[in-house]
């Protein structure tokens, strides 16, 4: 259990200080976002969960429209074969399948993967329906769940199975298809940025650390609160080498047959993670409004008296008919437990109604990400919510990235790479590179820091490779990461 202090006002939860990865724990389990379950490695995601969930969805699947992909749905299963024919992708994904070996009581003459991803999946599809340029580009979509064999799993940042959407596009040429990698990784950007109010850092992952199968990975990174990098989304350019290996040809204008270019993309409910770990405190979690469940909660206080219920209701409507998400509690818990539960669950906006606040035409508004109490003439309700959920977002954001910022050191050399770990804990560092794996696994092993990606805002920090001396090729962004 957490100590007390005259700030905290949930006591379940650990303080973050004292152990962040319990107080990431109590949080999920307090905000009833999951439960466990006898699968080990799985989880229960529960209504509030999965209400964040959704409204991740929602926004992202608009975005995705808007820029004309179409959902589609492929099989849970992938024959061995199937995955055999792209050796990079299978050997990259082989410790990681579920294999299904039996139906019923008979044993499969093949045995099925369980969906890790649905790469193959599409490519067995696209030999079916490619046969002309003019049949290009397809750009598809689909939402699933996924099964991985992780060895260590935490709620959302690392399950067995988890939900996410994966993105899978062909084009006719590879400036097509990496102007899509590219676009696509800009919108998980602005989504992160818009929506979840985190700020991300957008690169290319190296040589060894790309997708199995890709020609080139591009990824963001966020930062969490402990100083600890989270790849909150990818985007893959594949080439023609998927394409090659299916069989995938077209005919293009010249009536040559053709390899196609592919591209895929995801983002997974470990952006549920990112934002618990972004933005909570230690009395809950803090929702950014776009993806709150609730974003602004009506809670009537000596609620007994003639009056209060009808006037929180009208409230409630008001609010609703904006179209904002309220809820309006009128059940006999106290208002302390109110405040504190709602604090806890991270709506971000409280409304208080009192008999007095009745008589003197007003309600009292209470911002969860910055604790600022406000009293706000009745006759302003609408716009004075609407004002508090647009300074969350802007305030949440700013916060995040002064996190970030303060958390963000440049450094020339090994030593002071170290010295910077030391002196300020986990965070990103930039340093040089000069382009080869060995001084990459190098800096890991003597500093502990990982490659996170080359971020596509380049600078000088020195002209030479922290590692070998040699000339540098790009600033790379390091980090501990989950």
């Not at 776009?290 to 609620?303: D, G, K, L, N, R």
């Amino acid at each position: 259990m957490a100590k007390d202090n005259k700030n905290k006002k949930v006591t379940a939860i650990t303080s973050m200080s004292e152990d962040f990865a319990q107080w990431y724990t109590d949080i999920c389990k307090k905000a009833e976002l999951v439960e466990y379950t006898s699968v080990k490695g799985c989880m229960v995601i529960r209504p509030y969960g999965y209400a964040i969930w959704e409204n991740i969805q929602h926004i992202l699947d608009g975005m995705f429209k808007e820029t004309g992909h179409e959902n589609v749905c492929m099989p849970m299963f992938i024959p061995e074969s199937l995955l055999q024919k792209e050796k990079d992708h299978v050997e990259g994904f082989a410790p990681e399948v579920a294999w299904v070996t039996h139906g019923g009581n008979e044993k499969l003459e093949e045995r099925m993967c369980v969906r890790p991803t649905s790469e193959t999946l599409f490519c067995e599809h696209y030999a079916n329906i490619v046969h002309s340029y003019r049949d290009l580009p397809k750009l598809y979509n689909q939402w699933v769940n996924v099964v991985r064999w992780e060895k260590t799993t935490r709620p959302f940042l690392r399950s067995r199975e988890f939900l996410w959407q994966e993105g899978h596009t062909i084009h006719a040429t590879a400036e097509e298809a990496v102007a899509e990698t590219e676009r696509m990784l800009d919108v998980y950007a602005e989504f992160c940025e818009k929506s979840l109010a985190m700020p991300v850092i957008k690169g290319r992952k190296t040589e060894s650390d790309k997708f199995a199968g890709a020609v080139a990975t591009y990824a963001i990174e966020a930062l969490m609160h402990d100083g600890k990098a989270l790849q909150a989304g990818t985007s893959h350019y594949f080439g023609d080498g998927f394409a090659k290996a299916f069989g995938i040809e077209y005919t293009d204008k010249e009536n040559k047959r053709v390899s196609p270019h592919q591209t895929s993309w995801g983002v997974t409910t470990r952006l549920i993670g990112a934002i618990i770990m972004t933005h909570g405190d230690d009395n809950g979690l803090v929702l950014p409004p776009a993806v709150a469940p609730i974003q602004a909660v009506v809670i009537p206080v000596a609620q007994h008296k003639e009056g209060v219920l009808e006037k929180a209701e009208e409230l409630r409507k008001r609010l609703a008919n904006i179209g904002l998400r309220v809820k309006l509690d009128d059940s006999e818990n106290s208002p302390g437990w109110k405040f504190a539960e709602y604090e806890m669950k991270g709506v971000p906006v409280r409304i208080e109604i009192g008999p007095k606040d009745i008589e003197n035409g007003q309600c009292v508004i209470v911002s969860r990400w910055n604790g600022e109490k406000v009293t706000v003439s009745l006759d302003e309700l609408e716009k004075a919510v609407s004002d508090k959920l647009t300074e969350a977002h802007d305030g949440m954001y700013a916060k995040a990235l002064e996190n970030q910022n303060k958390r963000t050191h440049d450094c020339k050399t090994i030593e002071e790479i170290k010295s910077c770990i030391e002196q300020n804990g986990d965070g990103f560092i930039m340093a040089m590179w000069c382009g080869d794996e060995a001084c990459e696994d190098s800096v890991k092993e003597q500093t502990g820091v990982g490659s996170r990606c080359i971020p596509f805002e380049q600078r000088e920090i020195s002209d030479v490779c922290v590692c070998c001396g040699k000339p540098a090729k790009h600033m790379v962004c390091w980090g501990i990461a989950y």
